[in-house]
């Protein structure tokens, strides 16, 4: 497994460290505590907690548990927030599995340049977004590069090619003079620090505790559960033409590897229709990653209420659910609805959509049924029936 850290770094420039590091802990909590945080000194009842960290006489550190998520948005709000209310320049940076590097540069309150290692996987793993064509000017760096630093060497790291991420922010780290200590991690709660330092004013911890309870909206279940997230409440098409019909599906319950997809019914036995391929599309609201996995429908013997009957499977062994929630309360108000989401966001669940592509063979009206197994526990099956209509018009209730 590669290496994921994050961290912010604010450039001291001339202010004093100290005075410095207060100001970034007003800035801190002016961004988190309102509708969505409440300070808490207890920090078993945090859920999020930071670190603030004078590192040399030019950085202060900061380590954000959010941070840890690799929350580019986070990484945002508090690098603009705190280049707007104290002035200074920051510098943000992400380090994704040791193969994307991203670095952001902060002035007056917004994205002053961004410099990643790898554009091509960056625009990859960002599909649907606009995807970047330039990678940073080296010349908006020139402030905060180390003295005697020409900050063309800063562009030569992320040129040089077969270098892991973690390498190149550590060269990177090197030219600004950031600690190598302070540059290499992220929000460690182990992490020692001794009485001297807290009592010299060279580091604050804050935690910050939600003013929502996840335990109040959502239940875990202990058992894979396979759930709609979207589905096809049709097949149509016409004879000769290939279609598709669509499946979003989540797990709410304990992650399983495996899946099947079963076709079968009267469609596929008047030979109304003919399935083909059938695809698995994953994602993930981070880096917003996606993979796929395409497959052959398997022609197979299935059994139902004790009878025997044909039909099609599309199996993927390899696909992995984590382990989710099922939502058993819905917020009451919009603002507590907006909280809920942000934080269902961060358990990062893969999203999962099925895509099979059938062609009509013959005029008609039939049904069609699809079943949905974890191969781990083919108990916990989830299935539908579907109309389908081969160059026929729809009925009126669909």
């Known amino acids: 497994m590669g290496t994921f850290l994050s961290n912010i770094q604010v450039f001291t420039g001339l202010q004093d460290s100290v005075k410095l590091l207060e100001e970034l802990v007003l800035t801190v909590r ?4 309102g509708s969505e945080y409440e300070e808490t000194d207890d920090a078993k009842l945090a859920d999020r907690s930071l670190i603030l960290q004078i590192s040399s006489d030019r950085w202060i550190s900061i380590y954000d548990q959010r941070l840890d998520e690799q929350d580019m948005d986070a990484m945002d709000m508090l690098g603009a927030a705190i280049s707007a209310r ?3 320049s920051v510098v943000g940076s992400i380090v994704h599995d040791s193969d994307l590097l991203l670095m952001r540069l902060y002035r007056n309150g917004r994205t002053a340049d961004t410099i990643i290692n790898d554009l091509d996987l960056f625009n990859e793993m960002s ?3 606009r995807p970047r064509k330039r ?3 080296h010349s908006k760096w020139a402030e905060v590069c180390a003295h005697g630093v020409n900050p063309t060497e800063l562009k030569a790291i992320w040129e040089k090619e077969n270098v892991f991420a973690e390498d190149a922010l550590a060269l990177a780290a090197k030219l600004l003079d950031i ?3 302070a540059a290499m991690r992220g929000y460690e709660i182990e992490h020692e620090y001794s009485p001297n330092t807290i009592m010299d004013g060279q580091l604050k911890v804050l935690h910050f505790r939600s003013k929502i309870r996840l335990s109040d909206y959502i239940k875990h279940i202990d058992v894979p559960k396979l759930a709609f997230t979207s589905w096809a409440s049709i097949a149509a098409g016409d004879v000769g033409n ?3 019909i669509r499946f979003g599906l989540t797990n709410q319950g304990k992650a399983f590897t495996g899946l099947d997809v079963l076709l079968w019914g009267p469609a596929l036995d008047e030979q109304l229709t003919e399935p083909g ?3 698995l599309i994953g994602g993930s609201y981070q880096f917003h990653t996606r993979e796929e996995w395409s497959v052959d429908p398997q022609l197979v013997e299935l059994e139902a209420e004790g009878s025997k009957i044909n039909g099609y499977r599309y199996r993927y062994p390899e696909i992995a659910f984590p382990g989710g929630y099922m939502q058993v309360v819905y917020p009451e108000t919009a603002a507590q609805l907006g909280l809920l989401n942000k934080w269902m966001e961060q358990f990062n669940q893969l999203q999962i959509s099925f895509h099979i592509t059938f062609t009509g063979k013959s005029v008609g ?3 069609l049924s699809i079943g949905f197994v974890q191969m781990e526990a083919p108990e916990n099956q989830l299935g539908l029936s579907l109309p389908v209509y081969i160059g026929v018009e729809q009925d009126r209730d669909y």
């Open 30 to 33: 002016d961004r988190l505590v």
């Open 86 to 88: 104290a002035g200074v």
């Open 127 to 129: 599909e649907g977004s």
């Open 135 to 137: 990678n940073g000017l």
């Open 179 to 181: 600690p190598a200590e």
């Open 242 to 244: 290939p279609s598709t």
């Open 277 to 279: 391929p059938g695809k």
């Open 365 to 367: 009206k039939s049904t």
